[in-house]
C-alpha cells in the first residue's frame, strides 16, 4: 500500500476502483461546517466488493446495517403540497433507521430529496449515529467540487488527507441546468467517475448504486451474517430518470414506499393505485382487483390523466409506461401518506403487507428471519405471532427441529443482541491485527448505540413470551451449551451448584439470559414460567450478583452502571421469592413449603430444598425473612435428619434449667436418649458445656504448667483426645462442604489452627520435656506456643454466643469494626514511621544510639505517651536544629494523638451505625449457618464423638409418656401445588409491582410538588419585575409629558381622548399582572 490508502497495483482487486485514465483512486475527508465526512472518488465500474475490502471496512469501519433505506427522487427544486409534511417524514425516517441500524442511501447532492434527508440527518442525528452515504457522479459536480476532490489525487510529497468544503463554494451552469454540489450533512460519500464531466454525466452512478446496494442487501459484505438483509426503496418526487433505479429494485424484490404529495412520478404512481383500490372495492368478487393485459389501454389512460395533473411539461415514451405498468402491478408499493408514520409504511412494506393492486410477483425475498428481526427492533409485537410461525415452518417445522432452531436464533441473536456484537468486533479485531490482509489497513469496528441495543432487548421479551405460551415443552427441552449457542457465549458459568457443561431446561436459559444481561421484564417472563418459581428465583438472584462481579468488578463508569443493574435485579429477584412464599404462609403452607425438595435444582444427583439452598446461594434477604426465621426454629427442634413430618421438642423446656431437667430425667421429653442428643438445640447445650470445658481444661493446664513437666499425665491425654475429638468434627465438615467452601469460613480456619497447634505442641511436650523444675529452652517454647494457642481458643468459643441474637448483632459490630481498625492501622504506620524516620536522624548521631531506639518509639505517641529519651535529647540540641526537631515532636503528639484518634472514633462510630442497620440480617444468616452446622456434627460432644462410630444406637427408643410436650405433624397436608405455587407467583408479581408503583409515585408526587413551587417563585418574580417596569415607564411618561399637557390643558379640564387613550393604553400594557408594590408605588395619574 502506498500513503493514505492509494494501492500502489500490488493487488489485481484495487485496479476496479481506480477511475478511467487515473493512476488511483482517492480516499480523504472533507471538512464541512458541520463536521467531517469521509469520501472515497472511485471508477464508475468499480465492483462493490474490492470498495469495501479497501476502503469502506478499513477506512470507515461501518458495522453490516440491519435495513437499507435507499432514497430515491427528483434533484430539482421540489414543492410539495399539503398531502406531505417534510418534517414528518424527516423525524421518521431519521427515527426508522436509528431504530433499526440501517443505512440510508442517497444521491448525495445539495437539491431535492438529497437535501431534505440531509437536512434531517442534521436536526435528528446530531451524533451521525446512522450512516447516511450519498452516492454521487464526479461529472455532474461543479468544477470548484472536482477540483477539491481531485487534491488529494495530485503528486504531492505530502498527501492531504482532508480537504476543506468552503473551497467549493458557489454555484455553476451549464446551459439551463445547474452542476450539483455535495450535501454537507452526508456521513460519506461515494464518488463515481466515469471519466466524462457535465450535465450528460447526471445518472450515471446509478449502475454502480443499484449493484452496490444488491450487494449488501444479499448479506455478501466481509463478516456478515451471509444473510439477506432488508431493503426499501423510497420514491420522493422523482421523474424519469427515476423509473428505471424503481424497477431494477423491484426485479430484484426490493418493496417500495411511495411518498404521497411530492410531486410528479411520485404522485403519478399514487394516483393509479389508489383509482385502482376504489374500483376493486366496488367491483365484483370474479372480476378480481388485478390489471390483466387486456386493460392495457385503461391503464394508459389512467397513466395519461395523471400525467397530465402531475407533470404537465413531460412526455412518457412506450418504455417508461412499460414501466410504470410494472411498478404498480408488482404488488410491492406502499403508500405514504401525511396521516401515516414513516416507520409503520416502511415496516408494511418489509414485512409484505402492501396496497398495492396485484399480488407480488416470484422474485427473491428478504428471509423471514430478517423480517422478525426487523419487527423485533420497531417493536411491532402484532407480527410476532405471524412470523414467529413461519420461522418455524422455515426451520422445518415441528417434525424437523424447527422450533429449536427458532429458539437458537432468538436467543443467540435478540436477547443477546448487543453482547453478541461485541464479541464479534473483538474477534474481528484480534483477526485484524494477527494477519495481513495484503497490506490492508486495519479493520475499524463500529459500535452498536447503546439505547438501540437496550431497545432490541426489551422488545425481545414479548417475542420470548410467546414463544413460552407455545412451545414451552420444546424451550423446557432445549439444550443451552457451546455446541447450540456456540462460543464462547454458549456456557453457562454460573458454578453455585458445579459447573455444566450444558442445561437442557428452562432453567438454563433463565441463567444464560442473565449472564448475556439481558433486561429484567424478559428474565422476569422467563421466571413466570417456571416450575418452582423460588428455587428459580434465588438461584436468579445468585447469577446476577455473580455475573456482576466476574464482568463489572472494575472501576469504570460503564461497569459501575452495569453492576448496580444486575444488583438491583438480583435484590427484585430475591424479593419476589420472599413474596411468593409469604403467600404462602398465608395459607399455612409457607414455612412447610421450604422443606420440599425440588429435582430441577440438583446437587450431585440429590434435589434441594429452598430451606438449604437459600443459605448456599448467600441469599441474606430471604433467610432473614420472618417466615425463614421460623423455618430455623422449626428446624432447631426436629431431630437430624431432618424431616417435616418428625416430631419437635416442646420449646417450653429450652431453658437451661429445663434442659438440666430433661438431662436428669430425659424420659419426659418424648425422645429416646439418642434421638434428644442429636437435636441441634440439645447439641448447641452439650457442645458449648464441651467447648467451655475444654477451654477452661486448656486454660488450666497451661497456666499450672501441666503440659510440660515430662511424661504423660492425664490432663496431658484428656486434651489429646479433646483435641481429636475436635478434628473429626473439623474432617467431617470438610467432607461435607468441601474445601473451598470450608477454608472460607473464618471459624473453621480458627479450628484448624488451634487444633493443629495444640496436637503438635502435645507430641513435642511428651517427646521433650522432662521433669526437672526449671524450663530448658524447648520447654519455655512450648509454654510460648500453648500461651499463645490458648488466645484463638477463647475467641471460638464466641461462636457459641452466635446463636443469641444480642450477642451475635454484638459480633457482627466488632468484627466489623476490626476490619477498619486494620485499614486505620495503615495509616498509622505511615505517619508514625515518616515521623519516626524523619526525627530519628535529627536527635541520635550515632549509629547505635539509633539502632538502640529504633524506629517503633513513635507509635507510642497514638496513646499520648512520648518518648522519654527523644524528649531528652532535644534539651541537648541548639539553634535553628533544636526548633525544627521541636515542631516535628509535636506535630507528631497532634497528628498521632489528636486527628487520628479522632478520625478513628468517627470512624468506629460510622462502622456501628452502619452495622446496626444490617446487623439483624446478617445475624439471621449466620445463625442459619451455624444451625446447619449440627447437620454434620458428631452427635455427641468431643471427646466422647470419638465413640460414636462403635455404638448402635438404632434401637435405643423410649416411649413418651407425656405427648404435651410433642408437636406432630402426622396427618396434615403439607405439599405446595403447582397451582398453589402459579397463583402465589402472580400475586407476588402483582404485590411488588404495587411497591414500585407506590415509590415512584411518591417520588413523583415530590417532584411535582417541588417544581409547583419553583414556579410559583418564578411567577411572583416575574410580578416584581412586572411593577418595576410599570413604576419606570410611568415616572418616564408623566417626567416627558405631564408638564405639556398641564400647560395646553386647564387646570381640573378632563384630558383629551387621545391622551387618556393613550394613558389607558400604558396601564393596560404595564398591569397585566397586579401585585404589591415595592418601593416605588405605581403613579395613577387620573
Known amino acids: 500500500n502506498g500513503q493514505n490508502g492509494h494501492p500502489n497495483h500490488e493487488h489485481p482487486e484495487e485496479v476496479s476502483l481506480t477511475p478511467f485514465q487515473r493512476s488511483s483512486y482517492a480516499a480523504a475527508e472533507i471538512a464541512f461546517d458541520g463536521g467531517t465526512s469521509p469520501y472515497c472518488l472511485i471508477s464508475h465500474a468499480s465492483e462493490p466488493e474490492d470498495l469495501f475490502d479497501w476502503v469502506i471496512l478499513p477506512e470507515w469501519g461501518l458495522r453490516t446495517p440491519n435495513l437499507i433505506l435507499s432514497i430515491m427522487g427528483g434533484a430539482g427544486n421540489m414543492i410539495a403540497s399539503e398531502k406531505f409534511d417534510t418534517m414528518c417524514f424527516s423525524k421518521g425516517l431519521v427515527e426508522a433507521a436509528t431504530r433499526t441500524c440501517a443505512w440510508i442511501i442517497t444521491g448525495g447532492t445539495a437539491s431535492g430529496v438529497m437535501d431534505i434527508v440531509g437536512k434531517a440527518m442534521q436536526k435528528h442525528d446530531k451524533q451521525r449515529q446512522v450512516p447516511c452515504i450519498g452516492i454521487s457522479p464526479f461529472g455532474a459536480l461543479t468544477s470548484k467540487w472536482r477540483n477539491l476532490l481531485e487534491k488529494q489525487m495530485q503528486e504531492t510529497p505530502v498527501k492531504q488527507t482532508k480537504v476543506d468544503a468552503a473551497d467549493a463554494q458557489g454555484t455553476e451552469m451549464e446551459g439551463k441546468i445547474t452542476l450539483a454540489a455535495l450535501q454537507d450533512n452526508h456521513s460519506h460519500f461515494i464518488i463515481c467517475d466515469n471519466g466524462k464531466v457535465g450535465k450528460d454525466t447526471f445518472g450515471t452512478e446509478i449502475p454502480f448504486r443499484t449493484q452496490f446496494e444488491d450487494y449488501v442487501a444479499k448479506g455478501s459484505m466481509p463478516g456478515a451474517l451471509k444473510a439477506p438483509v432488508p431493503r426499501v426503496m423510497i420514491l420522493v418526487n422523482g421523474g424519469k430518470i427515476s423509473l428505471k433505479s424503481l424497477v431494477e429494485a423491484i426485479r430484484t424484490g426490493c418493496p417500495l414506499v411511495v411518498c404521497q404529495g411530492t410531486g410528479r412520478i411520485a404522485d403519478v404512481i399514487c394516483k393509479i393505485l389508489d383509482v385502482t383500490k376504489d374500483r376493486s372495492c366496488t367491483a365484483d368478487s370474479d372480476s378480481g382487483s388485478e390489471l390483466s393485459v387486456g386493460q392495457d389501454a385503461e391503464f394508459t389512460l389512467l397513466l395519461k390523466a395523471a400525467v397530465e395533473d402531475f407533470m404537465p411539461k413531460e412526455t412518457l415514451s412506450q418504455e417508461d409506461v412499460n414501466k410504470c405498468h410494472e411498478i404498480v402491478t408488482s404488488g410491492k408499493v406502499e403508500i405514504y401518506s401525511v396521516n401515516d408514520r414513516l416507520e409503520d409504511v416502511i415496516l408494511r412494506a418489509v414485512l409484505g403487507n402492501n396496497r398495492s393492486i396485484s399480488s407480488p410477483i416470484s422474485t427473491p425475498s ?340 501441666l503440659l510440660t513437666f515430662g511424661g504423660i499425665s492425664l490432663v496431658e491425654a484428656l486434651l489429646f483426645f479433646w483435641g481429636l475429638g475436635l478434628g473429626y468434627v473439623e474432617i467431617k465438615q470438610l467432607e461435607s462442604n468441601g474445601f473451598q467452601a470450608h477454608i472460607n469460613d473464618f471459624w473453621n480456619v480458627l479450628d484448624a489452627l488451634h487444633i493443629t497447634v495444640l496436637l503438635g505442641a502435645l507430641i513435642l511436650g511428651v517427646a521433650f520435656a522432662d521433669r526437672n523444675e526449671e524450663l530448658n529452652e524447648m520447654e519455655h517454647t512450648l509454654e510460648i506456643t500453648h500461651a499463645m494457642n490458648l488466645l484463638p481458643c477463647w475467641i471460638r468459643v464466641l461462636q457459641v454466643l452466635q446463636l443469641s441474637e444480642y450477642f451475635g448483632t454484638l459480633l457482627i459490630t466488632i468484627f466489623g469494626m476490626a476490619k477498619d481498625a486494620l485499614k486505620f492501622f495503615i495509616l498509622v504506620v505511615i505517619f508514625c514511621f515518616g515521623f519516626s524516620c524523619a526525627i530519628t536522624p535529627i536527635l541520635f548521631h550515632s549509629g547505635v544510639e539509633r539502632d538502640e531506639q529504633g524506629l517503633t518509639w513513635a507509635f507510642w505517641t497514638i496513646v499520648g505517651n512520648l518518648d522519654e529519651k527523644a524528649l531528652n535529647k532535644l534539651t541537648t540540641l541548639g539553634g535553628g536544629t533544636r526548633f525544627v526537631a521541636v515542631v516535628l515532636v509535636y506535630t507528631l503528639a497532634l497528628v498521632c494523638n489528636v486527628l487520628l484518634v479522632n478520625l478513628l472514633i468517627a470512624v468506629m462510630n460510622s462502622t456501628y451505625e452502619k452495622n446496626q442497620a444490617v446487623s439483624q440480617t446478617q445475624w439471621a444468616y449466620n445463625r442459619v449457618e451455624a444451625v446447619l452446622e449440627f447437620d454434620h456434627e458428631s452427635i455427641l460432644p468431643p471427646p466422647l464423638n470419638l465413640l460414636e462410630p462403635f455404638l448402635n444406637c438404632s434401637g435405643n427408643t423410649i416411649g413418651h409418656e407425656d405427648d404435651s410436650h410433642l408437636r406432630g405433624n402426622d396427618g396434615l397436608d403439607v405439599s405446595v401445588t403447582r397451582r398453589d405455587l402459579k397463583d402465589a407467583q402472580q400475586r407476588a408479581f402483582l404485590a411488588i409491582t404495587y411497591e414500585e408503583d407506590t415509590g415512584e409515585s411518591a417520588m413523583l408526587r415530590a417532584e411535582l410538588a417541588e417544581l409547583r413551587r419553583r414556579n410559583q417563585d418564578l411567577a411572583q418574580r416575574n410580578k416584581d419585575l412586572e411593577t418595576l417596569a410599570a413604576n419606570y415607564l410611568l415616572e418616564q411618561s408623566r417626567a416627558n409629558g405631564a408638564v405639556q399637557v398641564a400647560s395646553e390643558t386647564p387646570f381640573n379640564a378632563p384630558a383629551s381622548p387621545n391622551v387618556a387613550a393613550a394613558g389607558a393604553g400604558l396601564v393596560r400594557r404595564t398591569r397585566r399582572l397586579t401585585t404589591t408594590p415595592l418601593s416605588a408605588p405605581v403613579v395613577n395619574d387620573g
Open 366 to 705: 428478504t428471509g423471514v428471519w430478517q423480517q422478525l428481526a426487523l419487527a423485533v427492533q420497531w417493536g411491532c409485537k402484532d407480527y410476532y405471532d405471524a412470523l414467529g410461525r413461519r420461522l418455524i415452518q422455515d426451520k422445518g417445522g415441528h417434525e424437523h427441529g424447527g422450533p429449536a432452531e427458532a429458539i437458537r436464533l432468538i436467543f443467540q441473536e435478540l436477547v443477546a443482541f448487543g453482547w453478541r456484537n461485541t464479541l464479534r468486533d473483538e474477534k474481528s479485531e484480534k483477526l485484524s491485527n494477527s494477519r495481513s490482509f495484503s497490506g490492508r489497513r486495519q479493520t475499524r469496528q463500529a459500535k452498536t448505540p447503546i439505547s438501540i441495543v437496550k431497545n432490541v432487548r426489551e422488545n425481545t421479551g414479548p417475542l420470548v413470551e410467546w414463544l413460552l405460551q407455545h412451545y414451552l415443552k420444546q424451550m423446557d427441552q432445549f439444550e443451552v451449551s457451546e455446541r447450540t449457542l456456540g462460543l464462547p457465549m454458549g456456557k453457562v458459568h454460573w458454578k453455585s451448584l458445579g459447573l455444566k457443561e450444558s442445561w437442557k431446561s428452562l432453567e438454563g436459559l433463565l441463567l444464560w439470559s442473565i449472564e448475556q444481561e439481558a433486561p429484567s421484564s424478559l428474565l422476569e417472563i422467563i421466571w413466570s414460567y417456571m416450575e418452582d418459581p423460588v428455587h428459580a428465583a434465588l438461584a436468579a438472584a445468585s447469577a446476577c450478583r455473580e455475573t456482576a462481579e466476574r464482568e463489572h468488578g472494575y472501576a469504570s463508569y460503564y461497569d459501575t452502571l452495569a453492576k448496580k443493574e444486575l444488583d438491583d435485579a438480583a435484590d427484585r429477584f430475591e424479593r419476589l421469592a420472599v413474596l411468593v412464599v409469604e403467600d404462602l404462609a398465608q395459607t399455612g403452607k409457607g414455612v412447610e413449603y421450604l422443606f420440599q425438595e425440588s429435582m430441577r435444582w440438583q446437587v450431585s444427583g440429590q434435589g434441594r430444598t429452598c430451606f438449604k439452598f437459600a443459605h448456599e446461594l448467600g441469599c441474606k434477604m430471604f433467610v432473614s425473612a420472618t417466615f425463614y426465621r421460623l423455618a430455623v426454629d422449626l428446624y432447631w427442634i426436629t431431630p437430624v435428619p431432618f424431616h417435616i413430618t418428625k416430631r419437635q421438642l416442646n420449646t417450653k423446656i429450652l431453658s437451661w434449667w429445663d434442659i438440666l431437667g430433661v438431662l436428669w430425667k430425659f424420659q419426659v421429653c418424648g425422645f429416646s436418649l439418642w434421638e434428644f442428643l442429636s437435636i441441634p438445640s440439645s447439641q448447641a447445650w452439650t457442645h458449648g458445656v464441651s467447648r467451655a470445658a475444654f477451654v477452661g481444661l486448656y486454660s488450666y493446664a497451661v497456666f499450672y504448667r
